[in-house]
């Protein structure tokens, strides 16, 4: 079965390039929960040229985040992970996700059941390829993470599929 899933990963590999290319966030303000201080804080949103994270991202990172596309199944740094720790945006340091919220989906991507914060996640509907989907991008800097679907374990029901290459892990100290 997990093979199946890479396999089909291969052949999907493309998954969101290019979609909602024009999709830009407005300058402004959002509010975020601070995990560190524990806080909802209002802060700046992070704007910048493709030049601009060109020059802070790999070329994977920037063509996922930036350009929604999707890494390769069973590829992703983090997918067999299971230090504790906090995974947040490659693009911001955002927090997304807690190590005790990841699980196994078996679909070669992490997986986690609930965010650090619904106000850390941007949800956006996404038609592409035929398929009725919940893309998740990150509030802060609008960065593509991956997609949210309802398979996923109790208690919420949820399965936050997120590419690695979105994410930097920093363990529990």
Known sequence: MKLLAC????VAAGGCTAM???YSLEPGKVKIFNYETGKTEEVEKIIKSDDEWKKLLSPEEFKITRFKG???ACTGIYDKNKEPGVYKCICCGTALF???AKFDSGTGWPSFFKPVSELNILYVED???GMARTEMMCARCGAHLGH???DGPKPTGKRYCTNS???IFVKNK
């Open 70 to 72: 999707t890494e390769l």
């Open 20 to 22: 909602n290319k024009g």
């Open 98 to 100: 807690l190590s005790e």
């Open 165 to 167: 290459a979105s994410l």
């Open 148 to 150: 949210v679907f309802d």
């Open 7 to 10: 396999l089909m990963a291969l």
């Open 127 to 129: 038609n592409s390829f």
